[in-house]
């Protein structure tokens, strides 16, 4: 759902500089000894190709240049510190230390402790896709697991299709697997069903990635009806389907939306990611996939060679969390926390933005997405606005092809209500000058 601004029109902004400085590799001289002719030094070999053309996260970027304490800092995916049950998890993490201590310090399986599997399937079917301890590998947070899929299904040149905008780091992972990455246009609904199919026959993709519950960066949820259309492609068509959802348990509005993966056209080309980030704490680093049995058995030899299993303490407290805490009722308090905080964004942007902005309505999750009049540049005004102290991700990065650059992201769960308040005068005065 999008809404038009309603703040009084503005003039387009002056052109500014290309994109915020951001901290790169040094520039000046290098320690040790010299090397090259005349040396007597031969210069080591350069870092990987794909490497080099990748990069680094802009989101990273901007978080290291907006580091004040003074900025009011949009950009970030950063859950509210304040909300994590601090005690719970120390509790849990006490347990494990104290009562099963050799376990604990000890290396593991790389598929994961049988314990949190079990407690993590109970929880994926209690939500409507019967799952056993079995069909979960756990994984060092979600983002390892999309590189661990990169590693099992991707050699350089193959195709992958991707959401337009798209989840960045997802964008990263391909990437650097040499994965020609394509986008799948789509509407507030999400990916078009028909250009999909059109885009499978032509382009005969390995996988197409999706964040179909109030997606990374725009916040919209794929009905439905179009979930079922994008696996009936799926299955018509020969396609692995990659279905993150990192943020489906913060549901703010309307009723839960079933995962693509438990439809029947999909459960047998489906991989279900999950993560505890936005729900217990990113710190501690866990995330799984569920994955028919001939992929996750390739992920588990590809996380062998990465790492060879997730932190065993990290897992045996996050067991014991799930059977002495009530998670479910903690997400309830933080979702309640995170509704104020984005309604009080939602009041305030018709006064922050250009007339003929609009922008998304989340039902859930932390993000909205934001569409400036086409003569702005975000990127070219991110330096003036962080000047204001205050920061949001332009929108461009988030793009495989042509990117649309009037649009931003903007993250609404970090901050309280005053200071989101606060944050959009700033933006204001940024954008208009």
């Known amino acids: 759902m999008t809404v038009a601004a309603e703040s009084p029109s503005a003039p387009a902004p002056a052109p500014g500089p290309a994109a915020v400085a951001v901290p790169g590799p040094a520039s000046g001289p290098k320690s040790g000894p010299a090397s090259g002719p005349g040396t007597g030094r031969a210069a080591v070999p350069p870092t990987a190709a794909r490497v080099r053309s990748i990069g680094g996260s802009p989101v990273r970027d901007i978080l290291a240049v907006t580091a004040r304490p003074e900025v009011i800092n949009f950009a970030g995916g950063l859950p509210a510190p304040e909300l994590f049950d601090r005690e719970g998890v120390a509790a849990a993490f006490r347990y494990a230390l104290e009562e099963t201590p050799a376990q604990a310090l000890q290396y593991a399986t790389t598929e994961g402790e049988p314990a949190l599997r079990e407690r993590l399937a109970a929880r994926t079917t209690a939500r409507g896709l019967p799952t056993t301890a079995d069909d ?11 590189s661990l899929l990169a590693t099992a299904l991707l050699d350089p040149g193959d195709t992958v299709l991707v959401e337009a905008p798209c989840y960045l780091a997802a964008l990263q992972v391909f990437g650097l697997a040499g994965a020609r990455i394509v986008a799948v246009p789509g509407d507030a609904d ?18 197409f990635y999706t964040v179909p519950t109030f997606q990374n960066p725009t916040g919209r949820t794929v009905p439905a009806g179009r979930r ?10 020969g396609l692995w ?5 990192p943020y489906g348990e913060l549901r703010y509005d309307g009723e839960r939306v079933p995962w693509i993966a438990a439809h029947p056209d999909a459960r047998d080309r489906t991989v279900l990611l999950g993560s505890f980030s936005k729900v217990m704490a990113p710190g501690i680093r866990l995330g799984w996939l569920r994955a028919p049995a001939e992929l996750r058995r390739a992920c588990a030899v590809a996380k062998q060679a990465a790492d060879l299993h997730t932190p065993t303490v990290n897992q045996l407290a996050a067991a014991r969390y799930l059977a002495a805490f009530d998670l479910d009722a903690h997400v309830a308090r933080v979702a309640g926390v995170y509704r104020d905080r984005r309604d009080a964004m939602l009041a305030g942007l018709a006064d922050a933005l250009p007339a003929g902005s609009v922008w998304t309505r989340p039902e859930g999750g932390m993000f909205l997405w934001v569409r400036l009049p086409e003569s702005y540049d975000t990127t070219a005004l991110l330096p003036r606005v962080v000047a204001q102290d205050v920061a949001y991700v332009p929108g461009a990065p988030f793009y495989a092809g042509e990117p649309d650059r009037s649009t ?5 769960v970090t901050q309280t ?3 989101i308040g606060e944050g959009l005068r700033r933006l204001r005065r940024g954008l208009t000058g």
């Open 136 to 146: 979960l590998l756990v994984t060092t947070g979600s983002q390892q697991a999309l």
């Open 190 to 207: 999400g990916p078009d069903p028909e250009v999909l199919a059109d885009l499978v026959i032509r382009e005969r993709p390995k996988l």
């Open 228 to 237: 079922a259309a994008i696996a009936a492609v799926a299955a018509r068509h």
């Open 241 to 245: 389907i990659v279905e993150d959802d």
């Open 408 to 412: 931003l992201r903007l993250c609404f």
């Open 417 to 419: 209500p005053q200071e």
